[in-house]
C-alpha cells in the first residue's frame, strides 16, 4: 500500500537578507500510512511550519521529494483564519464551493461536522461574535468539510488556553476515530502529542531526531497516567537527542529570522 | 439628542455673536435662514445647486478612478511603492487653485476642465487611503484560501476585494470631504453658475445676507448626504463588523 505521505531527501533553505543562506530541512524522509496520527513535535523555528506548508503545497520552493497520495488536503492553522465578514456557516459555505464540494451535499456535510463540534447552534454568527475556541473549531469544522483524505495541523490548539484546548482534542480524537483521516499534527507541546499521536517524530534544526510510538491504547483518556509517565520519557528524549533545551524551548533568535522569511514567502505567494 | 443640542447652542452662539457687528456684515441666524427661504421660493436655487453636484460627483467618479488603481499598485508592488510615493505627496501639495488654473488654462473653460481640476486635487488623498489599505491585506487568509484551491478570480474576488473595501469606502467619504470645498473654488473661478459662483457674486455686491445663506444650503445639503445616503450604505456593508466602544 503506497504510503499517504511520501517524502524523501527533502531540503529547503531560505536565502537571508545578507545573501547566506540557512538550512530549514535537512534531508528530511518521512513516511505516513494512510490513517494514521502523527504528531511532529519540536520547538518554535524548528522547520516543522515549513515542512506542514511544503506538504500543504503552499511552499513549491524545494529540493527532493514530497508526494501526498490519499486525496485533498485539509489545513488547520494556528489562528481559525475565518473570512471575518462571512457568518460560520458563509465560511463554511466558501470552503466548500471553493473545493468544488457538489451544492447538493453542502447541507448535509455541514449539519454533520457542525453537530461534532457543538457549533449547531451557531451558523449565523460572525466570527468576532464567538470565542477563540469556538472559532477555532469552526475552522476544524471547515477543514473536515471539504472531506480532506489528509488532515494537516499546525499547533492548532497553541493560541486557546488550556481547559478549551483540552476539549478540542479530545473532540479531534473522537472525530479522527470516526473517520480515520490521516493526520499530520505540529506541536511544541509533548504532553499533547502523547495524548494524539499514534507515533511522535522529534524534529530540531530541520532534522528528526528520534521517532516514538506511543504505547498507550485507544480509546485514551485525557488524564490517563500512562500519557504523563510517556510525556515524561519523550520529554527526557528531546533533552538526549538535541543541544537545544527540552521543549517547551525558548525560541533562539533563529526563530525570528525564520518568521521574518515565512513572511516573505507569504509575500511572494501573494503576487 | 446631545447632537441636537449642540446644534441648538451653536445658533443661539450664532444669534449673539451676530450682535456685535450691524446686520449687513454679520447677520444672524434668523435674517440668513429668511434670506435662504427667499431663495428657495424664488426657484434660484435648482440649476446652481445641480451644476455643483454634478461636478462634485463626476470629481469624484474620476478622482477614484485615477486614485484608486494607483493606491492598489503602490500596495502591492515595493518598486512602484518606491518610485510614487514622492509624487503622490507633491500631488498632494500643490494647491487646489493651481490645478483649478492650470486646468482651465490648458482645457479652456468648461465642466470637463473643471471636473478634471477637482478630481487631480483629490486623487493624491484617495491613493494614499487605498496604499494604506492594500499594505494591510491580510496574506494570511490568501493562505487559507490556497488550501482550499480557491481560484485566482476566487482570491480577488472572495478575499482580497472584500479587505479592500472598506478602505474604497473611507477613502470615497474622505475624498467626498475634500471635493465639496475645491468645487466651490473652482466654480468661483471658472464656471458661471453652482454655489460657488454665487457665493462670489453675493460677496462682490457685499451681500452677506446671501452669502451666508448659500453657504448654509451647501452645508445642509452635505449633511443630508452624508447622513441619508453614505452612513446607510456604510452601515449596511459593514454589518458583520463588531462595534467598538471608546
Not at chain 1, 477563540?132 to 499547533?155: K, N, S, W
Request: hydrophobic residues 50%; glycine residues 8%.
Amino acid at each position: 500500500m503506497t504510503p499517504a505521505i511520501d517524502v524523501a531527501s527533502l531540503r529547503k533553505s531560505f536565502k537571508g537578507r545578507d545573501g547566506t543562506s540557512r538550512a530549514v530541512l535537512k534531508n528530511l524522509d518521512l513516511q505516513v500510512a494512510a490513517g494514521e496520527f502523527l504528531c511532529i513535535l519540536g520547538p518554535s523555528g524548528c522547520g516543522k511550519s515549513t515542512l506542514l506548508n511544503v506538504l500543504a503545497g503552499l511552499d513549491k520552493v524545494y529540493e527532493g521529494r514530497a508526494a501526498v497520495n490519499g486525496g485533498r488536503i485539509g489545513y488547520l492553522f494556528q489562528e481559525p483564519r475565518l473570512l471575518p465578514w462571512l457568518t460560520a456557516e458563509g465560511n463554511l459555505d466558501f470552503a466548500l464551493s471553493s473545493c468544488r464540494v457538489p451544492p447538493a451535499r453542502w447541507s448535509e456535510l455541514k449539519t454533520r461536522y457542525l453537530a461534532m463540534t457543538g457549533l449547531s447552534d451557531y451558523r449565523d454568527y460572525y466570527p468576532h461574535q464567538i470565542s477563540g475556541g469556538m472559532a477555532q473549531r469552526l475552522a476544524l469544522v471547515r477543514a473536515l468539510c471539504v472531506e480532506p483524505g489528509i488532515l494537516l495541523m499546525d499547533e492548532p490548539f497553541s493560541g486557546l488556553d488550556e481547559i478549551t484546548a483540552r476539549r478540542i482534542r479530545s473532540d479531534l480524537l473522537t472525530i479522527w476515530e470516526e473517520t480515520r483521516k490521516t493526520i499530520v499534527f505540529v506541536t511544541h507541546n509533548a504532553y499533547e502529542a502523547c495524548f494524539l499521536a499514534d507515533r511522535i517524530l522529534v524534529m530540531s534544526g530541520g532534522a528528526f531526531q528520534k521517532q516514538l510510538r506511543v504505547p498507550v491504547p485507544r480509546p485514551r483518556s485525557y488524564d490517563d497516567p500512562a500519557i504523563f509517565e510517556f510525556s515524561r520519557d519523550v520529554i527526557k528524549a528531546f533533552g538526549d537527542g538535541t543541544s537545544e533545551p527540552a521543549a517547551p524551548a525558548v525560541p533562539a533568535t533563529g526563530a525570528k529570522l525564520i518568521d521574518d522569511l515565512d513572511r516573505h514567502t507569504a509575500a511572494r505567494m501573494n503576487t | 439628542m446631545l447632537k441636537l443640542m449642540s446644534f441648538v447652542v451653536a445658533v443661539i452662539v450664532w444669534g449673539l455673536l451676530s450682535l456685535t457687528l450691524p446686520p449687513e456684515i454679520f447677520p444672524g441666524p434668523y435674517e440668513t435662514a429668511r434670506a435662504l427661504w427667499g431663495e428657495i421660493a424664488a426657484g434660484h436655487v435648482g440649476t446652481d445647486l445641480s451644476m455643483t453636484m454634478l461636478r462634485v460627483v463626476g470629481g469624484l467618479i474620476l478622482a477614484l478612478i485615477l486614485g484608486v488603481p494607483v493606491g492598489v499598485i503602490m500596495g502591492l508592488n515595493r518598486r512602484a511603492e518606491a518610485v510614487l510615493d514622492i509624487w503622490v505627496m507633491i500631488g498632494l501639495t500643490i494647491p487646489s487653485l493651481c490645478y483649478a488654473i492650470m486646468a482651465f488654462m490648458w482645457f479652456g473653460l468648461n465642466e470637463t476642465a473643471a471636473i478634471i481640476a477637482i478630481a487631480v486635487t483629490a486623487a493624491p488623498s484617495i491613493t494614499i487611503n487605498i496604499w494604506e489599505g492594500v499594505k494591510n491585506v491580510d496574506t494570511k487568509l490568501v493562505a487559507m484560501a490556497r488550501i482550499y484551491e480557491a481560484s485566482r478570480p476566487a482570491i480577488i474576488r472572495r478575499v482580497l476585494l472584500p479587505q479592500i473595501f472598506p478602505y474604497v469606502m473611507a477613502s470615497a467619504r474622505f475624498g467626498l470631504g475634500i471635493i465639496w470645498k475645491i468645487t466651490v473654488l473652482v466654480e468661483l473661478i471658472g464656471r458661471p453658475n453652482g454655489v460657488g459662483f454665487k457665493l462670489f457674486y453675493w460677496y462682490q455686491l457685499a451681500d452677506m445676507r446671501q452669502v451666508l445663506a448659500w453657504t448654509l444650503l451647501f452645508t445642509i445639503i452635505m449633511l443630508l448626504i452624508e447622513l441619508l445616503i453614505l452612513k446607510p450604505i456604510e452601515r449596511h456593508i459593514f454589518a458583520w463588523r463588531p462595534q467598538v466602544a471608546v
